[in-house]
């Protein structure tokens, strides 16, 4: 039995959703399952001293049209960029957590809904009316975040095959011989 | 005749090396010429805010494992890290700028010995002792520089194909299939 993919993403992160689209179909082809981990970039960039990407210069204007070439790339037909952008992702991504704990088979179902109600259906998802409030959800999303910067996760998305890190989904052509060869 | 593609890189970049070891062989399988064209991401950096990529928190230690695994995955059996990385590509980037004004054919040569003295030889390219002192050819420099960030360009390598503009060897498929349907 092989371990599975771990998927890092942030729920407002554009690359994150498409790679969502493409991650399980990738892994099934190896005989991977995919471990869903939302992560908050907003926290990974306080260790990086990064910036969202469509606030840099010059690299804002190209990324909106980068994310709109690649889904077409990628054949992701589904795809627009949100009125709001970007969000805080605290309460989908703590929902998640509380959905795998409860039962691991429901997180790729909630994950999907999520993404395509803020990339595809254009809704703000940052204050859901189920929002978790459950302090043990926070916390559990909090040490998630620190377990992904002691990982080196520091982008979405971000995928690491035993112990492998790749991040972008321009990195997913890697991803695929790695899998398959177990290493190059 | 259509237009050449124009190839922006930094001498010191090494997804620029591993680009410049694909970009002639991508470029002709579509008829079409590599216009090389060194720029200083240095300068670039204080347009966006940037940061060598090897000295960014995590990113760092990931970058250069993935500098490796990109020259394994792309084929390009000649790479290692230099000792002193990075380094100030003024004096290469003048010099090419120099032979391009004397005889355009010279460039693809020159470009390929720097970048192999630096990323195979592991040899200092910052200072060679035929260093381009002549006032015009600095300013030539500078005014190129200044030219790529008025064209969006704000990494290496970076590829501008009819107008539109693709950042990075990932997105060298993405470049393929622009170039094969004309834009997709």
Chains 1, 2 share one sequence.
Do not use: C
């Amino acid at each position: 039995m092989t371990a599975p993919i771990d998927f890092y993403f942030d729920f407002s992160s554009p690359y994150g959703y498409l790679a969502s689209r493409k991650i399980e179909e990738l892994a099934a082809k190896h005989g991977r399952e995919v471990n869903w981990r939302p992560v908050l970039l907003g926290a990974i960039f306080k260790t990086t001293g990064g910036a969202p990407l469509t606030q840099i210069p010059l690299k804002g204007d190209y990324s909106k049209r980068d994310f709109a070439r690649s889904a077409r790339f990628h054949g992701v037909t589904e795809f627009s960029m949100p009125s709001v952008f970007p969000i805080a992702s605290q309460a989908p991504a703590r929902i998640l957590l509380w959905a795998k704990a409860q039962d691991p088979a429901l997180v790729s179902g909630i994950a999907h809904a999520f993404y395509r109600a803020y990339f595809v259906d254009d809704r703000d998802i940052s204050n859901p009316d189920t929002a978790a409030d459950d302090p043990a959800i926070k916390d559990s999303l909090k040490r998630e975040v620190e377990a992904a910067v002691a990982a080196g996760v520091f982008g979405s998305p971000f995928v690491v095959v035993d112990g492998e890190p790749f991040w972008g989904i321009d990195r997913f052509a890697q991803v695929d011989r790695w899998l398959a060869t177990g290493g190059f």
